[in-house]
């Protein structure tokens, strides 16, 4: 589904972001992508669906190559749904605007069929009660599953987190996992930046550990928990496990 | 000198102080603030848009008109305009332009580049990550543009706007080099006419003042709303 080869990237010529990244999600595939700050995961989920640019290698999407200047950036970024660590929900809208604004301008359906879709997805996060609230009057947790209902209801083939949960206080960290696991158990091809070694237990069928903009580990979930080959992912894993 | 004060004159003027000047006022000053705003934003956007020649040149155009005196822009226009009209027509003689429609572009023009230095801290006081998620979404930079971040910039910088268009209210009487009629205008006019400038000059500044005042008050209620709301 996500094919990421041989991906540098530098944000000036003396600093190089990502070197030579290369790995895959297959469909229906949860991969978690770990590692220490200013590692570059955010970097790298944001190269996927090309809201940052890269210099070399190549990454493709269901067969779309999203470095090619001829795909239609729009298109293909309507079929990847994104959470971000800060929600980002549009605070000028109400939370059903919110989730129809894409539905009606992009995919072009009717207002009718975008509310009907919104109010489903806003029942399944359970905040169907808060469809005509603004988002500063909702709490945090309750934002990031805005959030991901508003991604749900462009009907994404994979879905994109970028620390989803590291915003949010401690009790609402469950609220947006419970979201996300369930998901996962649906079949939903995830890419999942996050510290979350729990729900990465629970769900993730490979981890990626990276350092300094590269990927140092990518192994099945349970050879990285059982015994990850790299010191760095050691140290790591001792450190945030440990708290 | 308040001894002979005639207030009879300003009763018997206000029919055509307020029908003819500040229907005229009013008029100038909303539309210019419609065009300079709808102009300001598009200035604010190419000086924003990452395409260096297309900023430059919307910078050299606000820098220009900001470091010119009002009133010689408008004199200026009035007088030139019918000739540049004739050089881009190819017309034999010059093109004439009311001096209604010379003066609205001139306030445009110049309103422009003040409102779009207004919008364009409004589009950066937006937060990166919104057109980020607009754009995640499949929307377009236009359509990003149109429901995410203008509403927003527009919303955060009404009160400015509304004071800068304040200053515009005051400023169309400036209008005055071309002999139009506004409210000012109108007053002069009647003041010469009956030799009651006092009277005609202290009720005309007792207007806009009036005026300004309540919409500033209205700007700060305006801000007080706002920051709840946020
Ligand atoms: N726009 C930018 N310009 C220059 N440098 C940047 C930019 N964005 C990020 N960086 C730098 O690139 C590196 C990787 O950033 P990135 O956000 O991908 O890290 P991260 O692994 O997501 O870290 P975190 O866990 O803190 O979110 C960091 O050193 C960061 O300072
Ligand atoms: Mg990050």
Redesign the pocket.
Known sequence: MIEISHVNKW?SPTFQ?LTDCTTSVTKGEVVVVC?P???????LIKCVNALEPFQSGDISVDGTKVNDPKTNLPKLRSRVGMVFQHFELFPHLKIIDNLCLAQQKVLGRSSDQAVAKGMQLLERVGLKEQAQKFPAQLSGGQQQRVAIARALAMDPIVMLFD?PTSALDPEMVSEVLDVMVDLAHEGMTMMVVTHEMGFARKVANRVIFMDRGEIVEDAPKEDFFGQPRSDRAQKFLSKILSH | MFSNFDFGVIIRALPYLFYEGMTFTLLLTGLAALGGLVFGTAIALMRLSGYKILGRIAGVYVDFMRSLPLVLVIFWFYFLVPYIGQWVTGASRPISVGAFASSLITFIMFEAAYFSEIMRAGIQSISRGQPAAANALGLTYAQTMRYVVLPQAFRNMLPVLITQTIVLFQDTSLVYVLSITDFLGAASKVAQRDGRLVEMYLFAAIVYFTISCIASFGVRRLQARIAIIR
């Open positions: 944000y972001v590692g700050s200013g590692s570059g995961k955010s970097t620390e």
